[in-house]
């Protein structure tokens, strides 16, 4: 048994080295200068801040954060209000039709996001919101997966409770928040964590409906430092980079229990 786990733990910790490699590898490149990329280096003779400075010269970076984690806090909150109240509605309130609903809202999942792309931009379009921060984030306010993801968690609560509350006066509302939300935390914060990186990591939705330096998101600005002027310098784009994926990390680090026990929950149930 102790060879067997020594054996997994190894193998666990290859796998950690390989995957993290490449931030790793970006991390130093980004304490480098022009000399020491191209020779190849893995870790920097003499590390220096000034690609990280640099990169916040040659374009408004931090303009692009700010963007990013508005629209990215913007969409997490408006996933979690909206899935979490369809959810209760699917689960505690009886209306005609709710299983016919319910599947139409899951056969939502099955559609590509590209077929959905030209009506929603016509949307933003329309009502002006094009190079705002609500044309990047409102499109993604309603989410079937978190909705499918919320249900399974309330589903385990009982209806009786439910229907005690009703008899005693007490408000759906009431209910909804006093008693369901607080029993729901870690498939809400599977929920807040999924959405606010999924809406961080957006690329080409940002590039449709923004065309200001004023209105662009983080991936945007890479893709700008991938330009003649600047792809050279590698050791500035990696510090972009950094900048970049730096609260992703934490954000994930932060809620990775929370992310595989909510996610193991939604595939059990």
Known sequence: ??????????????????????????????????????KGNLIPQEPSLANYV???????????????????????????????????????????????????????????WEATMVPNFLT?????????????????????????????????????MYEASQIAGISRFRFFWNVVLPVS???????????????????????LVTNTEQARTVQIGIKQMQSNEIASDWGVVMAAVVMIIIPTLLLLFAGQKQLQEGLTQGAIK
Do not use: C, H
Not at 131 to 160: C, D, H, M
């Open 54 to 112: 640099a990169a916040f010269d040659r374009i408004p970076l931090l303009t692009y954060l700010v963007n990013s984690l508005v629209v990215a806090l913007l969409v997490m909150v408006g996933q979690v209000v909206l899935s979490s109240l369809a959810a209760f509605a699917f689960v505690f309130i009886d209306f005609k039709g709710k299983a016919l609903i319910f599947m139409l809202f899951l056969a939502t999942m099955m559609v590509p």
């Open 185 to 207: 935390k870690t498939p809400l914060v599977t929920l807040s964590v999924y959405s606010f990186l999924t809406t961080w990591n957006m690329y080409l939705w940002p590039l």
């Open 124 to 160: 933003v379009q329309s009502l002006g919101w094009l190079n705002s921060v609500w044309g990047l984030s409102v499109p993604f306010f309603a989410l079937a997966f978190g909705t499918f993801l919320l249900r399974q968690q309330f589903k385990t609560i009982p209806y009786e």
């Open 1 to 38: 048994m102790t060879m067997r786990n020594a054996l997994v733990y190894t193998l666990l910790v290859l796998s950690a080295a390989v995957m993290l490699f490449p931030i790793g590898y970006a991390f130093s490149i980004s304490l480098m200068d022009g000399s020491e990329v191209l």
